[in-house]
C-alpha cells in the first residue's frame, strides 16, 4: 500500500477496518520505517549507487562503465543505459540532442545526457552520465562509451548541444 502512495492514515485505517484490532498510528509508522530498512530506502547515495552499477553489470541489456583514477580510485565518470534506452535510440537515432546540468546533486557531479526525440516530439532519455568535471577526457570516455553500446550511433544525421556544452569537438 505504502509503494501505491497511501498515507500512514490510509494505512491505519485499512487495517482498523480488514482486522478489527485497535492500532495505533504509531504501530504503523514503526512497520513502515522497519520495511524502509528492509528494502534499503535508507542508504547513502554511494551505496545506492554501488547497487545499481553492480545490477546493470550483472543483467544482460544494460551497459555501465566507469572512468577512475587507478592511484587514488576516485571517479571520473561514470556512464550507465538501460536496455529500453537502447531500444529507444536504436528506433529513432536520427537525432540527438546532449544536455548537461550542473549543480544538481550534493556530490558536484555534472550530469551529461543523451536525448532522442519520440515518435510523439518529446525528448526521451537514451544515455546518461555523471562526470566529476567537464574536461575533455570525462567528456571523450562517455561519447565512446555511447558509441561502442549503440550499433545505431553512425545513423546520427544531426547533434543539437545546449549553450553549456562548449566542448563540441569530442563528438566528432
Given at each position: 500500500m505504502r509503494e501505491a502512495g497511501a498515507s500512514a492514515k490510509g494505512i491505519l485505517k485499512y487495517?482498523?477496518?480488514?482486522?478489527?484490532?485497535?492500532?495505533?498510528?504509531?504501530?504503523?509508522?514503526?512497520?513502515?520505517?522497519?520495511?524502509?530498512?528492509?528494502?534499503?530506502e535508507g542508504k547513502t547515495d554511494e551505496s545506492r549507487?554501488?547497487?545499481?552499477?553492480?545490477?546493470?553489470?550483472?543483467?544482460?541489456?544494460?551497459?555501465?562503465?566507469?572512468?577512475?583514477d587507478d592511484s587514488s580510485g576516485l571517479v571520473h565518470a561514470v556512464c550507465f543505459q538501460t536496455a529500453s534506452h537502447k531500444r529507444l535510440f536504436k528506433a529513432f537515432p536520427e537525432v540527438v540532442l546532449i544536455d548537461t546540468a550542473h549543480g544538481t546533486n550534493k556530490n558536484c557531479y555534472k550530469h551529461f545526457s543523451f536525448l532522442v526525440n519520440d515518435?510523439?516530439?518529446?525528448?526521451?532519455?537514451?544515455?546518461?552520465?555523471?562526470?566529476?568535471s567537464k574536461t575533455k577526457d570525462n567528456l571523450w570516455f562517455c561519447v565512446n562509451e555511447?558509441?561502442?553500446?549503440?550499433?545505431?550511433?553512425?545513423?546520427?544525421?544531426?547533434?543539437?548541444?545546449?549553450?553549456?556544452?562548449?566542448?563540441?569537438d569530442v563528438l566528432a
Open positions: 487495517l482498523r477496518e480488514k482486522t478489527g484490532k485497535t492500532m495505533d498510528l504509531r504501530d504503523v509508522r514503526n512497520l513502515l520505517a522497519s520495511l524502509k530498512r528492509e528494502s534499503g549507487a554501488v547497487e545499481l552499477l553492480r545490477e546493470f553489470y550483472d543483467s544482460e541489456g544494460p551497459s555501465a562503465a566507469i572512468s577512475a515518435v510523439f516530439g518529446k525528448g526521451q532519455y537514451v544515455h546518461h552520465a555523471l562526470v566529476k555511447f558509441k561502442q553500446s549503440n550499433p545505431a550511433w553512425s545513423k546520427i544525421q544531426v547533434v543539437v548541444t545546449d549553450k553549456d556544452f562548449k566542448e563540441k
